[in-house]
């Protein structure tokens, strides 16, 4: 019994010294940022997409201004020098904060670039027969709102239209995404650019030139959970695991 008892506080001590396996949003730190360029500093979230230790997607909770594609490719690429990071204690990460953000991407090599309008999602293999439309996650956007937040799109899979509870109703760890239209950085032949619309859930094209469209930026890498928690956590552990443990030795004893 003895042997039991102590056999299963070793594996909750282990459990609290190797952390979360797993998170699919969770906020890892803030950044601060004076974003209207007045000389007040904001602080913003650092949300992670993805399994803790492997690659993923840091957001900035911050949705840039509306403003031509070109516009928001240069606010991102240029955002590491605005930004001051601080990682919460609970995480790691080798990410260099002070460059490599960008838009989210797109990956169209998944759709029919000839078909028209759909709605229906992918395939097994993960491809669409259409173009544009809705339940489409190729796009880092699309993903984020369909499967990391649990949204629904203005139409179903099964066709129909309007689905109830449609929209932007989920928004987990962000505090100030907007129901509205965010550019993709990729190229939709020259003039035109991937954008997906959180307000119904679709994904389509613009002119690149059309200003009335957000930013949101990314940064790829690899955020994991701290190995060893913090001093207060380790305190309240041992409190806790030795009031179990004379309450186990006074049980042993009857």
């Given amino acids: 019994m003895k042997r039991r008892f102590f056999v299963f506080i070793a594996g909750i001590i282990f459990l609290c010294m190797t952390g979360v396996a797993q998170a699919t949003l969770v906020t890892i730190g803030t950044a601060v940022y004076d974003s209207d360029n007045d000389g007040t500093k904001e602080t913003y979230k650092l949300i992670y997409e993805g399994d803790l230790g492997r690659s993923g997607l840091v957001w900035l909770d911050y949705p ?17 020098g605005s930004l001051t990071v ?3 204690p609970a995480y790691t990460t080798s990410i260099d904060f002070n460059k490599g953000w960008r838009l989210p991407d797109t990956d169209d090599s998944l759709i029919d670039m000839d078909a028209p309008f759909g709605y229906k999602g992918p395939d097994t293999s993960g491809y669409y027969d259409y173009f544009y439309g809705y339940n489409m996650v190729n796009m880092e956007l699309g993903h984020l709102y369909y499967e990391s937040l649990g949204n629904k799109g203005y139409w179903a899979k099964n066709g129909d239209h309007p689905q109830s509870g449609y929209g932007l109703t989920e928004t987990g760890d962000f505090e100030n995404l907007v129901a509205s239209k965010y550019w993709s950085q990729t190229d939709y032949h020259s003039s035109n650019a991937w954008y997906f619309d959180f ?7 613009d002119p690149k030139s059309f200003s009335d469209i957000y930013g949101l930026a990314v940064h790829p890498g690899v955020v994991s ?26 049980k042993l004893k009857k």
Avoid: C, M, Y
């Avoid at 840039?64 to 590491?80: E, R």
């Avoid at 307000?199 to 094209?205: H, N, P, R, S, T």
């Fill in 199 to 205: 307000e119904k859930g679709i994904q389509f094209v």
């Fill in 64 to 80: 840039n201004g509306v403003n031509t594609w070109n516009d928001q490719v240069t606010w991102a690429a240029l955002l590491g």
């Fill in 225 to 250: 959970a701290s190995a060893v928690p913090e001093p207060t956590t380790l305190l309240l552990l041992g409190a806790g695991l030795l009031g179990l443990s004379g309450a186990a030795r006074r």
């Fill in 86 to 88: 601080t990682i919460d």
